[in-house]
T-cell receptor, first 116, second 114 residues
Framework: SQQGEEDPQALSIQEGENATMNCSYKTSINNLQWYRQNSGRGLVHLIL?????REKHSGRLRVTLDTSKKSSSLLITASRAADTASYFC????????????????FGKGTLLTVNP | EAQVTQNPRYLITVTGKKLTVTCSQN?????MSWYRQDPGLGLRQIYYSMNVEVTDKGDVPEGYKVSRKEKRNFPLILESPSPNQTSLYFCASTTYYRGNNEQFFGPGTRLTVL
């Protein structure tokens, strides 16, 4: 079963508005990451938030993590047409304790469309 | 420029004809991985490699092989491709130094098996 599930599946907004995407997961994690994918291209890492962090900022991006609810949100402020893309959350979990072998499990993504 | 490269970018082939998709990274990363992306299913991991000569199965390894003879290269081999392997494939790499494991992705290989 999918570890990370993004919500909504699709989001359409006007340029200048804020976009919020949510991610829920099922098990304890080491960290949670957000990626962006332009149509048919490779994923690009946006931001990583560790399990002991609650909020992180990077430019126009704000990520929150609530480990008690097993959920995260990605906020893009003052959106631009160039932000149109699919956004994926990915949860990182140690496969075996005492090592560095992490399993990164991706959700199915939120398709964000920013209309000019 | 730090990057992950994949070749070919597009491939149309026929059932049963062995093929190899190459992946190379120039960041000296220990960890490399292959994913496939299908509509409605997201990204699923096929195989991964923690370092040279160390490979392991991901979630959907059936029908695929990999090798890691050099740190920079991690080819994906389809010995006898079938139509259900038609997909968009991504190679990714990362390092676990400093405890970060954000992955760097290649541009993708779109494979069609007829």
């Amino acid at each position: 079963s999918q570890q990370g599930e993004e919500d909504p599946q699709a989001l359409s907004i006007q340029e200048g508005e804020n976009a919020t995407m949510n991610c829920s997961y099922k098990t304890s994690i080491n960290n949670l990451q957000w990626y962006r994918q332009n149509s048919g291209r490779g994923l690009v890492h946006l931001i990583l938030i560790r399990s002991n962090e609650r909020e992180k900022h990077s430019g126009r991006l704000r990520v929150t993590l609530d480990t008690s609810k097993k959920s995260s949100s990605l906020l893009i402020t003052a959106s631009r047409a160039a932000d149109t893309a699919s956004y994926f959350c990915a949860t990182a979990l140690l496969r075996r304790s005492g090592g560095s072998n992490y399993k990164l499990t991706f959700g199915k993504g939120t398709l964000l469309t920013v209309n000019p | 420029e730090a990057q992950v490269t994949q070749n070919p970018r597009y491939l149309i082939t026929v059932t049963g004809k062995k093929l190899t998709v190459t992946c190379s990274q120039n960041m000296n990363h220990e960890y490399m991985s292959w994913y496939r992306q299908d509509p409605g299913l997201g990204l699923r991991q096929i195989y991964y490699s923690m370092n040279v000569e160390v490979t392991d199965k991901g979630d959907v390894p059936e029908g695929y092989k990999v090798s890691r003879k050099e740190k920079r290269n991690f080819p994906l081999i389809l010995e006898s491709p079938s139509p259900n392997q038609t997909s968009l494939y991504f190679c990714a790499s990362t390092t676990y130094y400093r405890g970060n494991n954000e992955q760097f992705f290649g541009p993708g290989t779109r494979l069609t098996v007829l």
